[in-house]
Structure formats: structure tokens, C-alpha cells
């Protein structure tokens, strides 16, 4: 995290915010381990200790929590944190929950029921009425797409975008715009020009733009493409560098 803070202050960045995972995912992880939010806020006081010219906002992203609502609930009761955002990570298989990022999840075959199953998923997450903001990185699956043997095409699942996309103007969150450390923008803008259009049309107000850095040298890694994609969709910089981008 201080190598963070460095690398923020490097690139002459205002403020940095560290959504740590708190990821759901019941029985299917036996490795899993929860979030520390001792050792986190602790760790985020020296930082701030240590960089007092940086802004830095305590934040967590918390993973299927319409699934597991007690324990999101906890962590925002415990936490008093700057940024809460919500995400899927994971879909109903085999009788668990898979993350799908997982090898061998999405072969061709299963692509376009798995994404379905995830967009369905999302949509109870917004749904669901737990306590954040922003909604991250809404197409996730692209990522680990086979994209190789089954075009991605957003239009084939725009119905489902759709609802998720109304269903969270409603509620005003903020939509995500995650970058993927920067990756090729084909497989690392979550979401894309094409769904950020269906935001704009859907009602959306406000965007946030993610990293999702995982690694000091990848820090706001396509922030310049996604900057640029959202002012032609007419959103406009907030005066206050934490805040999100509007329209
Ligand atoms: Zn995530």
C-alpha cells in the first residue's frame, strides 16, 4: 500500500482509494480468507501518516453480497469506510459458487449461458438494497472470455444489460469503469463504449473510473482511454478529484 501511495504521488495523482476485497463466496473456497478490516484500517493510518499530501479514502469491494447480506452488513457496520462498491465475481454452479475467473469455466460451450447466469446474478445485486455506491466492473466475465472461438458481442445480452443498467440508475449508483491494469481495451475497459452508451440512455448519471490495480505499478493504467470515452458520453470531471464523474 505505501508503494501505492508512492507510485500516486509519481503520476501527480490527488487521491488514491483502496477498495479491499471483501469477497463472499461460502463454502466452495476453503482456502478463502476474509477481510482483515483491523489490519487494513491499520495499515491505511500509516499511510496516511506517511503521505500526508495524498489523499487517500478507505474503501472495500464487497463480492455477491445480496448472497451473503449478514456478513456485508458487518463489514459496513464495522467499517466507517469512504467507498463501498459492489460486485459479482462468482455464479451458481455445480451446486456452489464459482468465481469465473476460474480455469476451464468458460470454455466456448459454456460462454454464453455462464454470462447470462452472471448478468442475472448482478441484477439481484443491485437489487438486493445492500449499502454501496458504485457498481463495479459490470461485465467482469470479458476478461476471461474465450474470445478466440465465440465473439464477445454486448448486443447478444443487451436485454440483460439493460435491466442491470435501469435497475442501478434507479437506485443512482455509480458505474464502474473498470480498467484492468491497463490491459488492451478490447478485453480491460469493464464496461465498454457500447454499455456505457446503454448507461447514458438507461438513465445513468455518474461514472467512476477503477484501476483495479492489484500492484503499485499498475495504477490508473487507462484512465486517459476511459477519461476520454466518458466525455463523449458527456460526463464531466467532478471539482472534487475523489468524486465521480457526472452528467
Ligand atoms: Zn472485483
Not at 480468507?33 to 483491523?38: G, T, Y
Not at 447514458?200 to 461514472?207: H, K, M, N, W, Y
Not at 492489484?214 to 470531471?237: S, V
Amino acid at each position: 500500500m505505501e508503494a501505492s501511495c508512492r507510485r500516486a504521488l509519481e503520476l501527480g495523482l490527488p487521491a488514491i482509494a483502496f477498495t479491499e476485497h471483501a469477497d463472499f463466496v461460502g463454502g466452495g473456497y476453503p482456502d478463502h480468507r476474509p477481510l482483515d478490516l483491523a489490519g487494513y484500517l491499520d495499515a491505511l493510518d500509516r499511510c496516511r501518516a506517511r503521505f500526508p499530501s495524498l489523499r487517500i479514502l478507505s474503501g472495500v469491494e464487497l463480492g455477491q453480497p445480496h448472497r451473503f447480506p449478514a456478513e456485508a452488513a458487518a463489514v459496513l457496520a464495522a467499517g466507517g469506510l469512504d467507498r463501498v462498491l459492489g460486485s459479482v465475481h462468482c455464479v451458481p454452479w455445480a451446486e456452489s459458487l464459482m468465481d469465473v475467473s476460474l480455469e476451464g469455466l468458460l470454455t466456448p460451450e459454456r460462454a454464453p449461458d455462464l454470462l447470462r447466469s452472471y448478468l442475472g446474478e448482478v441484477l439481484a445485486l443491485v437489487e438486493g438494497g445492500q449499502g454501496f455506491e458504485v457498481l463495479a466492473h459490470l461485465d467482469y466475465p470479458k476478461r476471461y472470455w474465450p474470445h478466440a472461438e465465440v465473439p464477445y458481442r454486448e448486443q447478444d445480452y443487451e436485454e440483460e444489460f439493460r435491466a442491470v443498467l435501469r435497475a442501478a440508475a434507479v437506485r443512482d449508483l455509480a458505474l464502474e469503469i473498470n480498467t484492468t491494469r491497463g490491459v488492451e481495451p478490447g478485453r480491460g475497459l469493464c464496461p465498454g463504449p457500447v454499455v456505457l452508451r446503454w448507461w447514458v440512455e438507461e438513465g445513468g448519471r455518474a461514472l467512476s473510473f477503477g484501476s483495479d490495480a492489484h500492484d503499485p505499478e499498475r495504477i490508473a493504467l487507462g484512465f486517459e482511454l476511459a477519461a476520454r470515452l466518458a466525455e463523449g458520453l458527456g460526463f464531466k470531471p467532478n471539482h472534487d478529484p475523489t468524486g465521480f464523474w457526472r452528467r
